[in-house]
């Protein structure tokens, strides 16, 4: 009986959020910025906006997969759309700073910045290097930070403009493996919740993005350093492609929503973890505090089976 309560539950909340979807803002003739856009995701997303007839400027650090990039986007604009190319570490403050700043003055003021450049190194704690560990906290963490650091004063100038964050499943809850990589993703989500309290006077929107396990080039490169413990953890999620993660990342900041996610698990998330998130309409309040409850239920269902996955690698290990 519990099962059918909490099934038609959710299935009330998917309805409503159908029936409350936002109308999507235009990009025809903005500017969009988008960080790791060479690759995965990112490029992924440009094509999307470039679609739409957005002016396109991808910023990466590899001067061959941006120009390989540039080509593969101009095959979907017309003749008014610029199609930038920026090669730069994000991580470095003054260049990426700098740089930002001249493509707004240059191409044409930036509408929408998305923060796509990231970088998973998986492994136990103990066994993650000095190296590894800078490495991610400057491409996840300050290699989001600085760009919106830049951007922030023209949008507030100009009271518009949209931002996303591109952070993780596990930006809300910690896993086997990911215990760098989590931390910074956590850390994005705190970033996200705050300026977007500071924008709200400004009509300029944040979005966390949640993107699931995504078939991409860099997620080739993460399971090389996956213990067999991640690996069978992440495979309850499914891999999803690049570019349903782009569309449902799109559609969610074009319509101003703070929360973007795929599927029924990350929606079981987004909902337990909503604390002090911001809201869109009080339906959504009502039908999260109904849910909460029950969903913790499902949600200790879940911890458990991660940890008896967990102890089943010990054992064997311990064995063997």
């Known amino acids: 009986m519990f099962y059918v309560v909490l099934l038609v539950f959710v299935l009330i909340g998917f309805t409503l959020k159908f029936l409350n979807h936002r109308s999507l803002k235009s990009l025809e003739g903005r500017h969009v910025v988008i960080t790791g856009g060479s690759s995965g995701i990112g490029k992924a997303l440009a094509i999307l906006v470039a679609k739409k007839g957005a002016h396109v400027s991808i910023v990466a650090r590899n001067m061959d997969k941006l120009d390989e990039a540039q080509k593969e986007i101009k095959k979907h604009i017309n003749k008014n759309q610029i199609i930038t190319m920026l090669s730069v570490d994000v991580s470095n403050k003054d260049d990426i700073q700098k740089r930002l700043l001249e493509l707004d003055e240059t191409v044409a003021p930036i509408y929408m910045l998305v923060n796509c450049a990231g970088q998973a190194?998986?492994?136990?704690?103990?066994?993650?290097?000095?190296?590894?560990?800078?490495?991610?906290?400057?491409?996840?963490?300050?290699?989001?930070?600085?760009?919106?650091?830049?951007?922030?004063?023209?949008?507030?100038?100009?009271?518009?403009?949209i931002v996303v964050l591109t952070a993780s499943i596990v930006a809300l809850m910690g896993m086997f493996g990911y215990s760098v990589y989590s931390s910074c993703k956590f850390a994005l989500r705190g970033l996200?919740?705050?300026?977007?309290?500071?924008?709200?006077?400004?009509?300029?929107?944040?979005?966390?993005?949640?993107?699931?396990?995504?078939?991409?080039?860099?997620?080739?490169?993460?399971?090389?350093?996956?213990?067999?413990?991640?690996?069978?953890?992440?495979?309850?999620?499914?891999?999803?492609?690049?570019?349903?993660?782009?569309?449902?990342?799109?559609?969610?900041?074009?319509?101003?929503?703070?929360?973007?996610?795929?599927?029924?698990?990350?929606?079981?998330?987004?909902?337990?973890?909503?604390?002090?998130?911001?809201?869109?309409?009080?339906?959504?309040?009502?039908?999260?505090s109904l849910l909460m409850g029950p969903l913790r239920l499902v949600a200790a269902f879940y911890v458990k089976h991660f940890e008896g996955i967990v102890r089943k690698c010990y054992n064997h290990d311990k064995q063997s």
Not at 140 to 156: E, M, R, S
Not at 202 to 218: H, I, K
């Open 121 to 161: 190194i998986c492994g136990k704690l103990e066994h993650m290097s000095e190296s590894d560990i800078k490495q991610m906290i400057n491409v996840n963490w300050l290699g989001t930070l600085y760009p919106i650091q830049a951007i922030l004063p023209k949008f507030k100038e100009r009271k518009e403009g």
């Open 192 to 288: 996200a919740e705050s300026i977007s309290m500071e924008l709200k006077p400004y009509n300029v929107s944040v979005t966390l993005a949640l993107p699931p396990d995504t078939d991409t080039p860099g997620f080739e490169i993460e399971n090389k350093t996956k213990p067999k413990e991640t690996k069978l953890l992440s495979e309850s999620g499914g891999l999803h492609s690049p570019e349903s993660v782009a569309q449902h990342l799109l559609d969610d900041a074009l319509r101003g929503y703070f929360f973007s996610y795929i599927g029924f698990e990350s929606f079981i998330l987004t909902t337990l973890c909503i604390g002090m998130s911001p809201f869109h309409n009080v339906i959504d309040v009502l039908l999260q």
